[in-house]
């Protein structure tokens, strides 16, 4: 007799947590994402001249997030520490408010790789994509000739290392 109360009493309680995690499935359809890697945030002004391209200045750097060393910056370059895939956003003062803006010209290893189109600008002119690089790869950043390249225009960069293995799940509501 006794045999069979433990038994009742270990099938009670399992019904009763396959119970309780239904109710919490319920509740928390979908998993929070948590993107726990960190943003390289760089700020500058003005363009360099160089046979006539306008290259984008950067002089300061600042990280949001635990991990430091996944990209330099040096000479307004970038060099990525790490083969993945990065989110990047680049935006110019020179854009604000234009109603013609300029491209951002985007160089890879001393190379033009694509640019912007001007339709694909968000509504304050900032350009955001995605990009697959290799350990070492360098990125730069130059403008068309706005005509008014020699004002002191206030420049941002965003990038992010965006590598899907390092992205967590968490269970959470919305």
């Not at 945030?41 to 950067?58: C, H, I, N, P, V």
């Not at 951002?104 to 994509?129: G, M, R, T, V």
Request: with cysteine.
């Amino acid at each position: 007799m006794n045999k069979i109360l433990i038994q009742f009493k270990i099938s009670f309680f399992l019904l009763f947590v396959l119970f309780c995690n239904a109710l919490h499935a319920q509740h928390h359809k979908d998993p929070i994402v948590i993107d726990s890697n960190p943003t390289y945030s760089l700020a500058g002004t003005g363009y360099q001249e160089t046979d006539g391209k306008y290259r984008m200045k950067f002089s300061t750097l600042s990280v949001k997030g635990n991990n430091t060393n996944e990209i330099s910056f040096k000479d307004n370059e970038i060099t990525v520490k790490k083969d993945g895939v990065y989110r990047i956003s680049i935006s110019s003062d020179v854009n604000k408010g234009s109603e013609n803006p300029v491209n951002y010209l985007i160089n890879l290893n001393s190379k033009p790789a694509f640019q912007s189109n001007k339709s694909l600008l968000s509504e304050d002119n900032s350009y955001s994509f995605q990009m697959q690089l290799k350990k070492d790869d360098v990125l730069s950043f130059d403008i068309e000739n706005s005509g008014d390249t020699k004002t002191a225009w206030r420049n941002n960069l965003t990038i992010r290392f965006a590598n899907p293995g390092l992205i967590k799940a968490s269970e959470g509501t919305h």
